[in-house]
């Protein structure tokens, strides 16, 4: 049974930033993901200014401004969620830090002074005795599941939706935002040529199975008075206040990366 210091359990933006911050201290540590590769898609896309002062803390924060877009929002960056995870592969890469892709976190069993841990890497297992075990994985993550650390929250919240979409013309770096009595429409840019598109799904389509941008194309130009490109990909979601009910020793639980990049609903 091989010994681990910490091991990090997902390598998200917070399970990165947790790991930069130890590999900078030098705190030996192991980092595993179970997806093969880093995520592809800038889920997030606004820094506020505590996670600029999280950065400078960390020599990041002038990398982080000159790739990002910055917005009329005093103190906001606009630096899509997959770039922004990019760079601090990068920056663990250089101090000789690798995340260990394809390793999934199967068993945990908590003892009085450490963590067994099962992990498993196409399909050969293998067995740690973990110091701490810091669950990155999410809300539906392994550690969180078998432990029964539940995110209570409540379930009456409006349907959001988020899609990043072309739009022609000059490069946009204002934020435009349309509210009023029964829905919300949000425009910000995400790359050159790209907008993020936020807002309440319209009453008339709740019910609707299946639901897609072009369902809330109309909608949204004439709440934006604009005409918007062809949708590079769509999600629909609720907002929901999550508190953990219980905490455990050698378990840690890292909060979801809201703090530090948010997404701009």
Not at 11 to 33: D, K, N, S, Y
Not at 55 to 79: D, M
Not at 167 to 173: E, L, Y
């Amino acid at each position: 049974m091989s010994t681990i210091n910490i091991l990090i359990a997902g390598a998200g933006t917070t399970g990165l930033m947790l790991a930069l911050r130890l590999a900078r201290a030098g705190v030996p540590f192991r980092i595993i993901e179970r997806n093969r590769g880093p995520g592809q898609a800038p889920a997030a896309i606004v820094a506020q200014a505590l996670a600029i002062e999280f950065y400078q803390q960390i020599v990041l924060a002038e990398q982080l401004i000159e790739h990002g877009i910055n917005l009329p929002s005093p103190f906001e960056l606009s630096f899509p969620h997959d770039d922004h995870d990019d760079c601090l592969l990068e920056q663990l890469s250089a101090l000789g830090v690798e995340v260990e892709w394809g390793v999934a976190l199967q068993q945990v069993e908590q003892h009085r002074d450490h963590v067994a841990v099962t992990l498993v890497k196409n399909g050969l297992r293998e067995v740690c005795e973990v110091g701490y075990l810091c669950g990155c994985e999410g809300a539906r993550g392994v550690l969180r599941n078998q432990h029964d650390l539940t995110f209570p929250s409540d379930s009456d919240n409006p349907l959001f939706y988020v899609a990043d979409v072309v739009v022609d013309g000059p490069q946009r770096t204002n934020v435009y935002l349309r509210a009023d009595r029964h829905q919300l429409t949000l425009m910000a840019p995400v790359r050159s040529g790209m907008q993020r598109l936020v807002g309440t799904v319209a009453p008339e389509l709740l019910a609707q199975q299946n639901l897609t941008f072009e369902d809330e194309r109309a909608g949204a130009e004439h709440r934006l008075a604009t005409t918007l490109g062809k949708a590079h990909w769509m999600s629909t979601y609720r907002v929901h206040q999550h508190v953990a009910e219980v905490f455990r020793a050698c378990l840690m639980l890292p909060g979801a990366c809201t703090p530090l990049l948010k997404a701009s609903a």
